[in-house]
């Protein structure tokens, strides 16, 4: 069964960094780029940061571009994201997502004083 599990979310502060991280299992996580999205309760889903295969190159909005990084480790099925200088419009809920293939439950960030 192809997964993705999230974790690492919760409340943090505005300023504040968090890092989530995601495992994959059921397929070979290093054929495929992968994402990670998120979405706020009433808004659409949104790109956070994409990363390639081998993780040598990754792609920002302008929303997250300088104070997020995606990053991965194929040996561990594992992909990152660190975020910084969290913001209130940061809150959503964060999942990974490999288009047409798998996406993961997500997990809850929540930036509030």
């Known amino acids: 069964q192809m997964q993705f599990v999230e974790s690492g979310g919760g409340l943090v502060q505005p300023g504040g960094s968090l890092t989530l991280s995601c495992v994959a299992s059921?397929?070979?996580?290093?054929?495929?780029?992968m994402n990670w999205y998120r979405q706020a309760p009433g808004k659409e889903r949104e790109l956070v940061a994409n990363?390639?295969?081998?993780?040598?190159?990754?792609i920002y909005p302008a929303s997250t571009h300088g104070r997020f990084t995606i990053s991965r480790d194929n040996v561990k099925n594992m992909a990152y994201l660190s975020m910084r200088n969290l913001k209130p419009e940061d809150t959503a809920v964060y999942y990974c997502d490999i288009p047409q293939l798998v996406r993961g439950r997500g997990t809850q960030v929540t930036v509030s004083s």
């Open positions: 990363i390639t295969r081998a993780g040598d190159n990754t």
């Open positions: 059921g397929f070979t996580f290093s054929d495929y780029a």
